[in-house]
């Protein structure tokens, strides 16, 4: 009995290491490219070579040569653990690949390839395309447009994922730029994706207190910014979740997390002497304590010897929750200045 109890052991233990994993081989990876780029006349690698995975599972890499253009790329034989079992499934590059190399003909040099992975020897990754302002939104997609142009009567079911991302430097040096990066697949960047880096850009007008951002809003786009559920109010709380006041001209980074330049705003609107400016800043909270605020205290040593963000209290360095952000947590700020606010999205204020 002993015996077949182990013997069943081990054969759980085997399953659940091998799950639903299905060896690959080289016929299986000219399948799948034949099948999924309709390449006639290619070569693949004999052997797989291995890499550990952003995941740690170790994968298996082939390469792919289209000999028609000369081409090589890579299949990865990806192994990720789902349903509590080990599991396996093919990606390739070739899209990012086919980009790279032709970027010299395309002459779209605002929009780069960002790889998931800079250790890896694959291109996998997503194409991104910064933004300053207004003008730049429009030459993205104007890029974007004519890639996907280019590609697709070249590269059967050509896709990439594209990233239009808001770089928002305050002081010159300090790179606070949004985490909430604007997506879409390079076949839908005419359907929307102006708009979504429009309203992202306002956003960070009024998340930062970038005065030129806010004065190119019209009344009707900020209506529509600050009525939209996806904005972090900042408000007054009230019973249950519910907003007393809102405050105008001013939204949260995200929940719960208001930037320093805002901060700044909302103490004057609450009648704080608050001497200095949105980017540095001193003000007398409550019990009598001086705060002083700065996007330039970015340098402080945690105990996990990250470095981080840090305001001073009582001339005293203190952590801050968000050491990343440059900004206050709403509790953070209800604490530092009697306050009673709180910052969230607009779908939820009231709903509990």
């Known amino acids: 009995m002993k015996k077949?109890?182990?013997y069943l052991i081990l054969v759980l233990v085997i399953i659940l290491n091998t799950g639903c994993v299905e060896k690959k081989g080289k016929n299986d990876i000219k399948d799948y490219i034949k099948e999924k780029y309709n390449l006639k006349d290619i070569t693949v690698s004999n052997k797989c070579e291995q890499e550990n995975g952003l995941d740690n599972y170790t994968d298996c890499i082939w390469t792919v040569t289209d000999n028609t253009s000369n081409t090589n790329f890579h299949v990865r034989d990806d192994h990720y653990w789902s349903n509590e079992m080990l599991n396996n499934r093919l990606d390739d590059?070739?899209?990012?690949?086919m980009f790279?190399?032709?970027?010299?003909?395309?002459?779209?040099?605002?929009?780069?390839?960002v790889k998931?992975?800079?250790?890896?020897?694959?291109n996998n990754g997503?194409?991104?395309?910064?933004?300053?302002?207004?003008?730049?939104?429009?030459?993205?997609?104007n890029s974007l447009k004519k890639i996907n142009d280019y590609f697709k009567t070249r590269v059967k079911d050509f896709s990439l994922l594209v990233i239009l991302k808001h770089k928002v430097i305050i002081n010159n040096n300090i790179d606070v730029s949004s985490k909430f990066d604007t997506a879409r697949r390079i076949d839908r960047v005419d359907v929307d994706l102006y708009d979504l880096a429009l309203n992202e850009y306002y956003l960070d007008g009024l998340r930062y207190q970038i005065d030129e951002i806010k004065?190119?809003?019209?009344?009707?786009?900020?209506?529509?910014?600050?009525?939209?559920?996806e904005t972090c109010r900042v408000y007054v709380k009230g019973k249950y979740g519910s907003a007393i006041k809102y405050y105008d001209n001013i939204v949260g980074i995200s929940?719960?997390?208001?930037?320093?330049?805002?901060?700044y705003y909302l103490l004057q609107m609450e009648g704080f002497n608050v001497t200095g400016n949105k980017n540095h800043?001193?003000?007398?909270?409550?019990?009598g304590d001086i705060y002083e605020i700065s996007y330039d205290f970015n340098d402080m040593i945690y105990p996990d010897n990250e470095v981080g963000n840090y305001y001073l209290k009582n001339g005293q360095k203190e952590e801050m929750q968000y050491r990343n952000l440059f900004s206050f947590s709403d509790n953070a700020i209800n604490n530092m200045f009697g306050l009673n606010i709180a910052i969230n999205y607009n779908k939820y204020i009231g709903k509990y």
Do not use: R
């Not at 998931?116 to 694959?122: F, I, L, R, Y």
């Not at 004065?215 to 559920?229: A, G, H, R």
């Open 4 to 6: 077949i109890l182990s």
């Open 93 to 97: 590059d070739y899209c990012e690949t």
């Open 100 to 113: 790279l190399n032709n970027k010299k003909v395309l002459e779209t040099n605002n929009i780069n390839l």
């Open 116 to 122: 998931e992975n800079e250790n890896s020897k694959t």
């Open 126 to 141: 997503n194409i991104v395309c910064n933004y300053h302002n207004k003008n730049e939104i429009t030459e993205c997609i």
């Open 215 to 229: 004065n190119e809003m019209t009344n009707e786009e900020y209506k529509k910014i600050m009525n939209d559920p």
């Open 255 to 263: 929940a719960y997390k208001l930037s320093i330049s805002s901060l």
């Open 281 to 287: 800043y001193k003000v007398k909270g409550l019990n």
